[in-house]
Structures are given as structure tokens and as C-alpha cells.
């Protein structure tokens, strides 16, 4: 089972940049996807953006297309999401998860994710 650590969220104004962190622990980082949820109060929580286990692919919620960055080194088991442009509704907590090696569900699915970090908090000011 691995275990996630995300921090780097903080308070930052329109059109600012934020880099989240999630480090992992256990020896089998480099086998899992790993993804990044978030999720505002009141809503559910949403997929952003998700990486294969080498780093050769990526995907992302059309909303943070061209404007996040999701990458993982593997030498240092832990993933990143790069947020520039960031605007209000990109307001809230940050997760990172580990996706199940097989798993009937899409990968834009919650469900699919076998573990999650705390989360860290992101807020957009305007």
C-alpha cells in the first residue's frame, strides 16, 4: 500500500502559479498512475489530471487544459501538478492518489484510485 503526501497548496492571487507536491511512500511508486482530485465546498470532488506510471502520458480535465501540468519523478517517488493561470474556480483541496492496477473504472474516476493523501488546500483570490 502506498502512502501519499501532498503539500504546496497556499493562497495566491488570479492569474498566479502554484506547484503541488505529493510525495509517496513504498518501493512500487513507479508501477502506479497517479492522479489529481480536487474538490470545492459544496461540489464533489473532481478529476484533474493523471499520469501513467513511466510518465508518457498524460490527461487532464478540459478545464486545466493548457494551464496545469501534471509530472512524476520516479527517483524520487513523487508527483507534481504545475498550476499557472490559476483562476477563483480552481479554489480547493488538492488530492493525490494512486490508481488501482485493475480497475473497471475510467480513470477520471474516484473510485479507481486505491490511495489518497490528505489533501492540501489551494485558494484563488481575485
Known amino acids: 500500500q502506498v502512502q501519499l503526501v501532498e503539500s504546496g497548496g497556499g493562497l495566491v492571487q488570479a492569474g498566479g502559479s502554484l506547484r503541488l507536491s505529493c510525495a509517496a511512500s513504498g518501493r512500487t511508486f513507479s508501477s502506479y498512475t497517479m492522479g489529481w482530485f480536487r474538490q470545492a465546498p459544496g461540489k464533489e470532488r473532481e478529476f484533474v489530471a493523471a499520469?501513467?506510471?513511466?510518465?508518457?502520458?498524460?490527461y487532464y480535465v478540459d478545464s486545466v487544459k493548457g494551464r496545469f501540468t501534471i509530472s512524476r519523478d520516479n527517483a524520487k517517488n513523487t508527483v507534481f501538478l504545475q498550476m499557472d493561470s490559476l483562476k477563483t474556480e480552481d479554489t480547493a483541496v488538492y488530492y493525490c492518489?494512486?490508481?488501482?492496477?485493475?480497475?473497471?473504472?475510467?480513470?477520471?474516476?474516484?473510485?479507481?484510485?486505491?490511495?489518497w493523501g490528505q489533501g492540501t488546500q489551494v485558494t484563488v483570490s481575485s
Open positions: 499520469i501513467s506510471s513511466t510518465g508518457g502520458r498524460t
Open positions: 492518489a494512486a490508481r488501482y492496477f485493475d480497475t473497471v473504472y475510467l480513470l477520471s474516476q474516484s473510485l479507481g484510485y486505491r490511495s
